[in-house]
């Protein structure tokens, strides 16, 4: 594949990819006297998207790795994104980033984000059943839902993220969807009855009221 070409000075008017647009205007952003104000408003004219962001991690990661060693657990990550990838699919989820153990989604409404985070859980504890304790996937997912920056389809940012973050990677236990109170707050208006959801006390950077998934075994 040949390599783009870029005229000499392109990347600083912001012409190249993406990501290179975005650190140019921020590279404005701190020259003397800039307009900070608008260069917000073309960053955000340019990258801001909303979607629902739904963050998922491996319970005990490092003591399981401890106990039976990393090429174990690489086995696990495999089956675990086999297991997820084509519901990820059916759901109309976009993959942002698989890193180790966990995955960085987005979807673009807050109920097909729940739907596929309950069809994930399921099919992890279906599978898990018929393991050893070594061998479960045990999935833990936070939710957030709002405005984002999103470079292409190389990263994204925002406070919903990291919010969703914290959740799926600090807070959630295995088996658990824990959503912000925005991505709440956004599923009011949508039939949501065969969910209920419980206040948490926790709170998070970002998200000062959250919420967990009630849900049934099928």
């Known amino acids: 594949m040949e390599r783009p070409v870029y005229a ?11 990501s290179e647009r975005l650190w140019a205007l921020i590279g404005k952003r701190t020259e003397s006297g800039a307009d900070t104000a608008a260069i917000d408003r073309r960053i955000r004219e340019l990258f801001g998207e909303e979607w629902a ?13 401890e106990e039976f060693g990393i090429i174990h657990f690489l086995q696990v990550i495999y089956e675990h994104k086999k297991l997820l990838f084509p519901l990820i699919e059916a759901h109309d989820g ?14 673009r409404t807050m109920r097909s984000a729940l739907d596929c985070a309950v069809a994930m859980q399921r099919a992890c504890k279906n599978v898990s059943a018929r393991r050893k304790p070594e061998e479960q996937i045990l999935l833990c997912v936070g939710i957030g839902f709002g405005e984002l ?5 190389e990263d994204v940012w925002g406070r919903e993220l990291n919010a969703a973050s914290k959740l799926g990677e600090d807070l959630a236990g295995a088996g658990e969807i824990l959503l912000t109170g925005a991505a709440r707050e956004r599923l009011a208006d949508e039939t949501t009855t065969e969910y209920s959801f419980e206040r948490l006390d926790d709170e998070v950077p970002g998200s000062p009221e959250n919420f967990m998934v009630v849900y049934g075994a099928s």
Request: aromatic share 6%; glycine share 14%; net charge neutral.
């Open 53 to 65: 962001v739904m963050f998922t991690d491996l319970a005990g990661f490092s003591r399981r790795v």
């Open 149 to 153: 920056l999103r470079i292409g389809d």
């Open 8 to 18: 000499p000075g392109m990347q600083e008017r912001g012409l190249g990819s993406s």
């Open 94 to 107: 976009v993959l942002v980033k698989a890193e180790g153990d966990s995955l960085l989604l987005l979807f």
